[in-house]
């Protein structure tokens, strides 16, 4: 199980950095841009609010793996997940509101459920 655990956070890692690094680093333009319909919904936050939850993102992927990896407060991987489950459910609630598809609230979704594994197996399964 513990194998399994840190699959999915690396991958979890990976993924929220570098789309936390995109947020936190580019604009409003550049994110639709890249993203196309995908990044729609960067009209609905404001420029520093996108900025916040890139930060956030990022902060919270380097949390999946460091702590644990160190073993230096090892607690904060789950909880770094626990914050990843409440940005993802931010986020579904605001794909909901926009009427972004089935899709976008999918993923977010499939990802809520992946965080929240990984919090359950880090709290519960093999305690950090």
Known sequence: MNIVLWVLQILLALLFLMSGGMKASKSKAELKESGGENMAWVDSVSDSNLRMIGILEVLMGIG????????????LTPLAAVGLVCTMIGAALLHVQRKDGAMAIMMTVVLALLSAFVAYGRFILVPA
């Open 64 to 75: 999946l793996l460091l702590p644990h990896l160190t073993g230096i407060l090892p607690w």
